[in-house]
């Protein structure tokens, strides 16, 4: 095992030596290939851009010469319109002179409408002062007419307004005869009163001394049930006991019969655990397979889709069709009709 170890070792460092040998050997051959390589594709690209500058030429040649007749244009252009600019100026100039000559033979009218505004304002003045004493005049005999009117008024209310005053002194007399009444009554009524309020005073005591008598009675019904109240309680202590002894005995059953089931309740948490880890890897499976069934789902329900608006479109084109069909007669005669007109 040893020899044969040895002679692949040595197999070895002689194929590495050779390769080594080569590569030493082919590396410079390759570099000059590749110079040369270099070089090729950098005249290639030379030539092709000075034969891209050699058909371009013309085309810029002609871009400049386009420019050039552009300009000239241009200038001929602003000549021809430089009599219509100068023409506009003209006009301008114009009728800004008639504007002017208007405006100043305009100008004597205005001063007579205003001279004509004066005269009517300053007559309006005078109408206006000569009115003035007529309608103070106006004004005092319209104030004396209602003070006369208001004093006419005055004089033929005055006998009613007396007979309510008359009246108003009746209704306070009968008042004070009434209240005169009143108080005669009440003295009238006052030795009842006494008397009812004494009968009052007996009837209270009456029912003091009643309360008194129920409330002795009731103290010696207390003492002579008193023995049997305190045997009544002692038994209910003792029946009050025995309960405590029932709820201890229930309390340690429960707690044994918790112990007892305690194993069994274990149990089922572990199997309650395990089902809901089932469930969780079940409810996973059925996410994956919906995502994996998700783009098979929505390319059937494209195709669905398209089948269905491909149908309607017949159907659609197909009720077209025939609603063609129909009206053609209709068409035909109409435009017979109006051939024949």
Do not use: C, N, R, Y
Request: hydrophobic content about 45%; glycine content about 0%.
């Amino acid at each position: 095992m040893k020899k044969l170890a040895l002679l692949a070792l040595t197999a070895a460092f002689g194929l590495t030596s050779t390769a080594a040998f080569a590569a030493d050997t082919s590396a410079p051959v390759a570099i000059h290939k590749a110079k040369k390589a270099e070089k090729k594709v950098k005249k290639d690209a030379s030539a092709q851009k000075a034969q891209a500058a050699e058909a371009s030429a013309p085309a810029k040649k002609a871009k400049k010469v386009a420019k050039k007749d552009a300009s000239a244009q241009k200038a001929q252009a602003a000549e021809a319109s430089a009599p219509a600019k100068k023409a506009k100026k003209v006009a301008k100039k114009d009728a800004s002179a008639q504007k002017a000559q208007a405006a100043e033979a305009s100008a004597p009218a205005k001063k007579a409408k205003k001279v004509a505004k004066k005269d009517a304002s300053a007559q309006k003045a005078q109408a206006a002062d000569a009115s003035a004493p007529a309608k103070k005049a106006k004004k005092v005999k319209a104030k004396k007419d209602a003070s006369a009117q208001k004093a006419q008024a005055a004089d033929a209310s005055a006998p009613a307004k007396k007979a309510h005053k008359k009246h108003a002194k009746k209704h306070a007399a009968k008042k004070v005869d009434a209240s005169a009444q009143k108080a005669q009554a009440a003295d009238a009524s006052a030795p009842a009163k006494k008397a009812h309020k004494k009968h009052a005073k007996k009837h209270a005591a009456k029912k003091v001394d009643a309360s008194a008598q129920k409330a002795q009675a009731a103290a010696s019904a207390a003492d002579a049930s008193a023995p049997a109240k305190k045997a009544h309680k002692k038994h209910a202590k003792k029946h009050a006991a025995k309960k405590v002894d029932a709820s201890a005995q229930k309390a340690q059953a429960a707690a044994s019969a918790a112990d007892a089931s305690a194993p069994a309740k274990k149990a089922h948490k572990k199997h309650a655990k395990k089902h809901a880890a089932k469930k969780v890897d079940a409810s996973a499976q059925k996410a994956q397979a919906a995502d994996a069934s998700a783009p098979a789902k929505k390319h059937a329900a494209k195709k669905h889709h398209a089948k269905k608006h491909a149908a309607k479109k017949a159907d659609a084109s197909a009720q077209k069709a025939q609603a063609a069909e129909a009206s053609a007669p209709a068409k035909k005669a109409k435009k017979a009709a109006s051939a024949a007109k």
